[in-house]
């Protein structure tokens, strides 16, 4: 497999740290947007540490708050779903409540107060409509014959009815599909929802995916013409390389190739191209759940990440 294997290029990632210097870093980091669309954002992070990079990852993922149910009162369960299964099924439902309105509940408070905790109730029975007596299609013959997340309902604490509405704080989905009934089939729950983490659980997660990679960079060492041109585009994924007018292949936007290496199966190619990574160049691709935008996600993960720092700083002074 040594044919098929990348050769270190100067301008790959290598494992050697650099020293940070702070001045450097403010001259020449930069975040791009390139795409936002609904709740997918993807930007560059231009001219950082991978440890930075790496680090807004994690905190993505992992410390930045959203709104989860926590504790599921299962008063009755007719369906066939084991109540543990329902529970979990349940807490992963994403909700649109801003975590930023709300404090974390302590350990101390179990009950949880208005200020900390949301409550929802599901209470659905499915019953034999009498109507109808002729058809195959379960969802004319049974009513509530779907469970589905818009049929949870919010119940308000103290003043919460006055301070949001249930478009506010319910589920940010009405259409997931909770369970599937049949006649004596019932719920009757009641759902806590609290401030988390997705370090303690991935129910609080923000994001969907929160991942990057570093630029893909391909040079052409020679010019490539005709039937080899046309061989070396297929090489790469869509968009990457280019045709010109004079049947000559080049570099349209390196971007988006997968760096799946293919070109080095043709020996008449192997030596036309060099392939490596920006060092610094992070491609980031951002999927919220929906509770917060996604540009709002990286915010609050830089923010973690200052208050940490701060918490570390006063920790050495204080030594």
Same mark, same amino acid.
């Given at each position: 497999?040594?044919?098929?294997?990348?050769?270190?290029?100067?301008?790959?990632?290598?494992?050697?740290?650099?020293? =940070?210097?702070? &001045?450097?870093?403010?001259?020449?980091?930069? =975040?791009?947007?390139? @795409?936002?669309?609904?709740?997918?954002?993807?930007?560059?992070? +231009?001219?950082?540490?991978?440890?930075?990079?790496?680090?807004?990852?994690?905190?993505?993922?992992?410390?930045?708050?959203?709104?989860?149910?926590?504790? =599921?009162?299962?008063? /009755?369960?007719?369906?066939?779903?084991?109540? %543990?299964?329902?529970?979990?099924?349940? #807490?992963?439902?994403?909700?649109?409540?801003?975590?930023?309105? $709300?404090?974390?509940?302590?350990?101390? /408070? %179990?009950?949880?107060?208005?200020?900390?905790?949301?409550?929802?109730?599901?209470?659905?029975?499915?019953?034999?409509?009498?109507?109808?007596?002729?058809?195959?299609?379960?969802?004319?013959?049974?009513?509530?014959?779907?469970?589905?997340? #818009?049929?949870?309902?919010?119940?308000?604490?103290?003043?919460?009815?006055?301070?949001?509405?249930?478009?506010?704080?319910?589920?940010?989905?009405?259409?997931?599909? =909770?369970?599937?009934?049949?006649?004596?089939? %019932?719920?009757?729950?009641?759902?806590?929802?609290?401030? #988390?983490?997705?370090?303690?659980?991935?129910?609080?997660?923000?994001?969907?995916?929160?991942?990057?990679?570093?630029?893909?960079?391909? @040079?052409?060492? @020679?010019?490539?013409?005709?039937?080899?041109?046309?061989?070396?585009?297929?090489?790469?994924?869509?968009?990457?390389?280019?045709?010109? &007018?004079?049947?000559?292949?080049?570099?349209?936007?390196?971007?988006?190739?997968?760096?799946?290496?293919?070109?080095?199966?043709?020996?008449?190619?192997?030596?036309?191209? &060099?392939?490596?990574?920006?060092?610094?160049?992070?491609?980031?691709?951002?999927?919220?759940? #929906?509770?917060?935008?996604?540009?709002? +996600?990286?915010? %609050?993960?830089?923010?973690?990440?200052?208050?940490?720092?701060?918490? $570390?700083?006063?920790?050495? &002074?204080?030594?």
């Amino acid at each position: 497999m040594d044919e098929y294997k990348l050769k270190q290029d100067p301008h790959d990632y290598g494992l050697a740290d650099e020293p =940070i210097d702070i &001045e450097t870093y403010k001259a020449k980091m930069r =975040i791009v947007i390139v @795409r936002y669309e609904g709740d997918e954002l993807e930007f560059d992070l +231009i001219g950082v540490h991978p440890a930075f990079a790496n680090a807004f990852r994690r905190l993505m993922l992992s410390e930045v708050p959203s709104m989860a149910f926590e504790k =599921i009162y299962i008063y /009755n369960n007719t369906s066939i779903i084991q109540d %543990e299964v329902l529970a979990h099924r349940l #807490g992963l439902i994403p909700l649109k409540a801003d975590p930023r309105l $709300f404090e974390y509940r302590s350990e101390e /408070n %179990e009950q949880g107060t208005e200020h900390d905790t949301l409550e929802f109730e599901l209470k659905v029975k499915c019953t034999r409509r009498k109507d109808v007596k002729d058809s195959s299609n379960f969802d004319t013959i049974y009513k509530n014959h779907k469970v589905h997340s #818009g049929q949870i309902k919010w119940l308000p604490r103290g003043k919460q009815a006055q301070l949001y509405s249930e478009s506010d704080v319910g589920c940010i989905h009405d259409d997931i599909l =909770i369970s599937q009934m049949r006649p004596g089939h %019932e719920f009757d729950l009641k759902m806590v929802a609290v401030k #988390g983490i997705g370090k303690d659980h991935a129910r609080f997660s923000p994001v969907a995916t929160a991942f990057y990679r570093l630029l893909p960079e391909i @040079r052409l060492t @020679r010019e490539v013409k005709g039937k080899d041109a046309q061989l070396l585009q297929k090489c790469f994924s869509p968009g990457v390389i280019g045709i010109d &007018e004079n049947d000559v292949a080049y570099v349209k936007d390196a971007r988006y190739d997968t760096c799946s290496r293919n070109v080095y199966r043709y020996p008449q190619l192997a030596d036309s191209v &060099e392939m490596s990574r920006v060092r610094d160049h992070y491609i980031f691709n951002v999927e919220s759940v #929906g509770a917060l935008k996604p540009d709002v +996600i990286f915010v %609050e993960a830089v923010k973690v990440l200052k208050k940490k720092c701060r918490k $570390f700083l006063e920790e050495i &002074e204080a030594a």
